[in-house]
């Protein structure tokens, strides 16, 4: 067969479009050409795939080959390509023997010697393999994650004589499993945290309703141990949402792990982390810090210290859940259903208010310094929350502190009731759909009017206020919105707010 024909897939944000690996050979001087719009990567592939194949044992044409990777405007890069091309070539010499190989699909970047390669994306290209009704090839680092899918079939090889071997029929490879169950996800105990009744309560109205939150008090208080604890009472996730969230890590530098399974992503990039790595990007557009925080928690510390233009890329993904990314050649979009966790102090020194006096910021400093917000997005923010500093009897107490895992229990049961009510949690509750699912008297909206004119709440204030309203009423399991859940509210969203 002087043509062979091998599936693969390319990586396009969160989609893996199929790409068609034509080869042919041809008589005439030697000549290898991969042509099918890729980048240096793939044109490296050359020298790679013709080592590997020669010290795998088999025999490199001397002819001309062509390679194709087909569609010719699709993008191509990385060494993913590696294996397909390899497959191919001796295909198409007659060398590998395999009426089925249509019904795979090959991806995995090769060693000199022929040894295989991880690469990046698995999961995300296994996702349209299995809906394609095709089995998989990976290396046996990726196979792992990619064997996730489970209505797939994965098969994992060390060398691409183990591949050849399995399509010729003489050593079968057996297909990977993964038991989805067999990972219990850790967390960080609430437990942990003494005192800050106040701080503890607002991060469980967060987790039952998916709100977001700013924790404001002087250093030491425990707003980034309480942050971290976010995770640990949030519902479990599904099968979907688990398989969302590991195919954006398998995208990521750092690569999916399947200790990760079902694990809740906890995000704390540096203040000096710029808008790109927040948002995603690049040439080849991969996500940033608020995808793979997906389903999980993006926690911003010392929040006026990150630049100002770098904060208000938020603004768009806190409203929308999703980020599009536009370059000159390459666009992109990537989920971003995110919980925003920020921490701040109340000015530069960070002791402002305190007893001990040791605040010596002047007026204009500390306008400066809270000026580096902007309004629209503090407004974003559903709930401003003081954290103030711990007395010595209650560092000194013994008596232990609720554990996560009873209020997870609570949030899970608040969280119940607002999927069967409405099929999402509150914070993500349309206008419409929050006046349909308010379930508020007039007397208790009108309690909300007031409040609305003397404390000069926007437009946007009073729905986030409503909806925190309800999350309070759901987790008392109260189905009408009484008084003292609106006040509740008001309160968790005007309290941190004293700057």
């Given amino acids: 067969m002087a043509l062979a024909v091998v599936a693969s897939r390319a990586l396009a944000g969160l989609q893996a479009p199929e790409v068609a690996v034509e080869v042919h050979l041809a008589n005439g001087l030697p000549q290898f050409t991969i042509v099918g719009l890729p980048d240096t990567e793939v044109k490296e592939s050359r020298d790679r795939v013709r080592a590997a194949i020669i010290n795998s044992g088999f025999e490199f044409p001397a002819r001309r080959i062509t390679v194709n990777l087909a569609p010719a405007d699709l993008p191509k890069d990385s060494g993913r390509f590696d294996l397909p091309i390899a497959i191919g070539i001796l295909a198409a010499a007659g060398q590998l023997q395999c009426p089925q190989l249509a019904d795979y699909e090959f991806a995995g970047e090769l060693a000199l010697s022929g040894q295989l390669r991880a690469i990046r994306g698995a999961l995300a290209m296994a996702c349209q393999t299995t809906q394609a009704g095709r089995m998989f090839f990976l290396p046996h680092d990726s196979a792992r994650e990619a064997a996730l899918v489970m209505s797939g079939k994965v098969y994992a090889a060390d060398t691409l004589l183990q591949v050849c071997a399995h399509l010729n029929g003489v050593q079968p490879c057996e297909s990977v499993l993964v038991n989805q169950n067999s990972n219990t996800p850790v967390y960080p105990d609430l437990a942990d945290v003494k005192g800050q009744l106040a701080a503890r309560h607002a991060l469980e109205v967060a987790a039952a309703g998916g709100h977001s939150l700013l924790l404001v008090g002087p250093p030491g208080t425990g707003k980034s141990m309480l942050a971290s604890r976010l995770p640990g009472i949030l519902p479990a996730m599904d099968e979907q949402q688990a398989l969302e969230t590991a195919a954006i890590q398998s995208l990521g530098s750092q690569g999916f792990h399947t200790a990760q399974w079902r694990q809740r992503p906890y995000r704390a990039p540096h203040h000096t982390a710029s808008a790109v790595a927040l948002v995603g990007g690049g040439s080849d557009p991969r996500p940033g810090e608020i995808s793979l925080a997906h389903h999980g928690v993006l926690f911003l510390d010392e929040l006026p210290e990150f630049e100002r233009k770098v904060l208000e890329v938020l603004r768009e993904p806190l409203e929308s859940q999703v980020i599009h990314i536009s370059r000159a050649a390459r666009q992109a979009s990537f989920p971003a259903d995110f919980q925003l966790i920020a921490a701040m102090n109340p000015c530069p020194c960070g002791y402002l208010g305190q007893p001990s006096g040791r605040c010596h910021c002047t007026p204009e400093q500390i306008a400066r310094y809270v000026g580096k917000l902007s309004g629209p997005l503090l407004d974003r923010i559903d709930m401003h929350v003081q954290v103030a500093n711990l007395s010595a009897t209650e560092l000194t107490s013994d008596q232990p502190a609720e554990a996560s895992a009873s209020i997870r229990q609570r949030v899970q049961q608040a969280r119940d009731r607002q999927l069967h009510r409405q099929g999402c949690c509150n914070a993500r509750l349309t206008g419409a759909e929050l ?65």
């Fill in 435 to 499: 006046e349909r699912h308010l379930h508020a008297s007039t007397e208790v909206l009108g309690l909300l009017a007031q409040a609305l004119d003397r404390l000069g709440l926007s437009a946007r204030s009073y729905h986030r206020i409503l909806r925190i309203a309800r999350t309070v009423a759901d987790m008392e399991g109260s189905v009408r919105l009484g008084r003292q859940h609106m006040l509740q509210a008001i309160q968790l969203r005007r309290s941190g707010l004293t700057l």
